[in-house]
């Protein structure tokens, strides 16, 4: 056990982000879970992915605009071509999907195949690297965030299906290079999936208190015993969703 870990100066800007995924992603996984197009995020996620993988084998500086610019084009291509499935083959969305993800997961290993750092590059884009995070790194995030919030619970459902990919799109796409394609997709679902019952439908307070305390347990685990926080989060947010699921409630 390592209690030097457990600094402000590091944990706290790793925490800061995982609230803000926290914040849209609760909301847009409980509306995931509605309409019943579960693996959409990693999708999406995999495909921001492959933009910021394209721009960086360009040459293009890691966070500059462009390669902002090339992973939001990417998401929204992906976006796209999903409003257009779901509008043609609406029985087999979650299908295609699926294959979506398949298709832009191996197009990443095949585009950092000659790459020499390649699986590190790979490991970064899937498990994340929170600890690294900066306040700086916040700031368009939390821009960014704050809008796409404003125009869900203006909107909310009431978006149809082009305007939900749009905004589900931009939000993962930032989220991905914050934490990862794995916390994208448990910061989703782990918490839609324990509240979906709770006072007869989603409940979005109790989604959020279980999206914060899985981040903020998870990366005083991971700084205690020097484990990968990206992985070690997951899990805590899995444990602590299980046990508020089962938990027997009040008549």
């Known amino acids: 056990m390592n209690l030097d870990g457990l600094t402000l100066a590091i944990l706290g ?12 992603h609760v909301p847009l996984g409980q509306q995931v879970l509605k309409r019943g197009i579960i693996f959409i995020d990693l999708a999406i996620a995999q495909i921001a992915g492959v933009g910021v993988i394209v721009a960086h084998n360009l040459g293009w500086a890691e966070n500059g605009w462009g390669v902002q610019l090339a992973a939001v084009g990417a998401a929204l291509l992906g976006a ?6 779901d509008r043609r083959w609406p029985r087999i969305q979650e299908a295609l999907i699926g294959v979506s993800f398949v298709l832009a997961a191996t197009a990443a290993i095949l ?3 000659y790459d020499p750092h390649g699986g590190e590059q790979l490991k970064d884009l899937l498990i994340g690297q929170i600890l690294w995070v900066g306040l700086d790194d916040l700031w368009p995030v939390l821009l960014l965030y704050s809008a796409v919030l404003a125009v869900w619970f203006v909107r909310g459902p009431r978006l ?10 931009l939000s993962v796409t930032a989220s991905v290079q914050l934490v990862g394609v794995y916390l994208v997709f448990a910061s989703l679902i782990i918490p839609a999936l324990a509240t ?8 979005l307070g109790w989604g959020y208190a279980l999206g914060a305390a899985g981040y903020a347990s998870g990366l005083a685990v991971s700084a205690l015993y020097d484990l990968p926080s990206g992985a070690v989060i ?10 508020f699921a089962i938990a027997p409630r009040r008549s």
């Not at 800007?13 to 849209?24: E, H, I, K, S």
């Not at 997951?234 to 046990?243: D, I, M």
């Open 80 to 85: 796209l071509a999903l409003t257009w499935t």
């Open 234 to 243: 997951v899990w805590t947010l899995a444990g602590l969703s299980l046990l």
């Open 111 to 113: 585009l950092l195949s």
């Open 160 to 169: 149809g299906h082009l305007g939900f990919y749009l905004l589900f799109a």
């Open 196 to 203: 979906r019952t709770r006072h007869g439908g989603f409940n």
């Open 13 to 24: 800007p790793a925490f800061l982000a995982g609230l803000l995924v926290v914040a849209t």
